[in-house]
């Protein structure tokens, strides 16, 4: 669940929690779901459109496979 909004671009990572991040800033009108644009989920960031990058914070989780 990709979300951008005007100023952030958050991309999900599969199996790091970003299924929640991105609930939150959607619940919280920080941006929309990438899927509401016509992109799928879990699309690879070379993928997405260019002008998305430009001008925003672009974040992702990680997670320790160990913990």
């Keep these: 669940m990709t ?12 199996k790091t929690g970003g299924t929640t991040i991105a609930a939150g800033l959607t619940g919280a ?3 929309e779901h990438v899927g509401a644009l016509g992109i799928e989920p879990h699309t690879p960031a070379r993928e ?16 320790d496979p160990w913990a």
Excluded: C, D, N
């Excluded at 979300?3 to 990572?13: A, E, Q, W």
């Excluded at 998305?52 to 997670?63: D, E, I, Q, T």
């Design 29 to 31: 009108g920080q941006g």
């Design 3 to 14: 979300v951008i909004g005007p100023s952030l671009l958050s991309l999900h990572v599969p």
């Design 48 to 63: 997405l459109p260019q002008e998305w990058f430009a001008g925003r914070l672009v974040f992702s989780s990680v997670r």
